[in-house]
């Protein structure tokens, strides 16, 4: 079965490090979705992709975080300069896209800890 | 905003009972609804999707019921077993490809 791929999947570094994740989406998939998971808040999208253009990136903090897809197999989400808040675990999804009728597919996400 | 409201307790039921969980959504009226399984430390995984027309959707041992009036998605496991203990999602779409996330419901299955 396809799948989708991140790295890392774990992460600790301190306070004002730059963090740069990343994520092999499904091949063929022409949406890629940025998460991020806290037990206070549960999953909440960050930022998305359709065709590598941003269509999306309401719910990150722009001065901090930024989202790119250099090309249609890797997703990056960076973090300059981190703070503590910003432990979570992160994942990246993808689909076909197509308003809610297809099924996001997960990676296994990247459990970052900010000391 | 639209908000969605899973149980945040466990739910906790024996081995052969039917497994129940619901998901409630206000300000909003979502065309589509997905429900997702997550293990610790995985991500979620698709199980089924629901049409705003559809009452009811069966997949195996699952079934999702849609109730557009009482804004409500119940999510049911027959013939439970302890594999199926877990983390469950509802989700439901922004008219975009994007999707809002209810907490989850977590489900144990004692033997």
């Known amino acids: 079965d396809a799948r989708v791929t991140q790295t890392p999947r774990h992460k600790v570094t301190e306070m004002g490090q730059e963090v740069t994740m990343r994520c092999q989406p499904i091949?063929?998939?022409?949406?890629v979705f940025w998460y991020r998971q806290t037990m206070m808040q549960g999953l909440e999208l960050l930022a998305y992709f359709r065709n590598r253009a941003p269509l999306d990136d309401s719910g990150m903090p722009k001065d901090r975080f930024s989202a790119e897809m250099p090309d249609a197999t890797l997703a990056t989400l960076k973090i300059q300069p981190s703070e503590p808040r910003d432990s979570a675990v992160y994942f990246c999804a993808s689909g076909l896209g197509s308003r809610g009728t297809q099924p996001q597919h997960f990676g296994d996400g990247t459990r970052l800890s900010i000391l | 905003s639209q908000k969605i409201e899973q149980n945040s307790e466990a739910l906790n039921i024996q081995e052969g009972k039917t497994a129940t969980l619901t998901c409630n959504y206000t300000?909003?009226?979502?065309?589509?609804l997905q429900w997702y399984r997550q293990d610790p430390g995985r991500g979620p995984v698709f199980l089924l999707l629901i049409r705003e027309n559809e009452k009811e959707k069966r997949k195996e041992r699952l079934k999702v019921t849609f109730d557009t009036t009482l804004k409500q998605s119940l999510f049911h496991i027959t013939a439970s077993q302890p594999a199926d203990s877990a983390t469950y999602l509802c989700a439901l779409d922004l008219n975009t490809d994007k999707l809002i996330f209810g907490t989850g419901t977590r489900l144990q299955v004692f033997p």
């Open positions: 091949l063929g998939h022409n949406t």
């Open positions: 300000n909003y009226s979502p065309a589509y």
